[in-house]
């Protein structure tokens, strides 16, 4: 929680207390973003993630992601911390900040990428947790309230694992916000 002090003729000590990811967005450092389709399927895996440049300055702060499973069979995701990926590498440029009043508004450090159809599982890192996505939903994880913050240099990452026979076709969204 933040606190703001307002100053106004009536109340001269007025306090506001907002939510960290409401007091961000207040600031315009907060932002919302998500890949393109991420294709995968057979014995290759797929991944999608939060990238914090090395030289960006900044800490991210995650405070939620989606994932929508656009195909009729479940799927399971594992969140990875810092850790090496492969593939062909696509970055998003579907991403705004959420407070749109500030103009021009800000840009994001961090970076939304992905890779379809990959053979390697990730290397180094933390494995964090496993998630399993039915079929046809959007599972929601939000709120995080920046329990994961990522150093410049370093990654929050969700891999998909190889699903057998099926195409798999899903989508990452995610909330965060950047502190110098």
């Known amino acids: 929680m933040r606190m703001i002090q307002i100053s106004d003729e009536m109340y001269p000590q007025k306090a506001i207390v907002l939510k960290d990811s409401v007091y961000h967005s207040y600031l315009g450092k907060y932002y919302l973003g998500q890949t393109e389709i991420i294709s995968y399927g057979g014995d290759l895996g ?19 992601y989606t994932i929508s499973n656009f195909t ?25 900040a959420g407070n749109q009043a500030i103009v021009p508004p800000s840009q994001p450090m961090v970076q ?12 180094g890192g933390t494995y964090t947790f496993t998630r399993r996505v039915e079929a046809g939903i959007t599972l929601t994880k939000h709120d995080f309230q920046g329990m994961y913050i990522i150093p410049p240099g370093s990654s929050f990452a969700l891999f998909f694992l190889p699903p057998g026979d099926k195409l798999i076709k899903i989508k990452i969204a995610f909330g965060w916000w950047e502190e110098n």
Request: charged share 20%.
């Open 112 to 123: 939304i990428k992905s890779a379809n159809f990959v053979s390697d599982n990730p290397k």
């Open 72 to 96: 009729d069979q479940p799927i399971t995701a594992e969140g990875w911390l810092s850790s090496k990926l492969t593939g062909k590498v696509d970055v998003s440029c579907h991403y705004a």
């Open 46 to 64: 797929a991944w999608g993630g939060l990238f914090n440049p090395p030289d960006s300055d900044v800490n991210m702060f995650l405070n939620a």
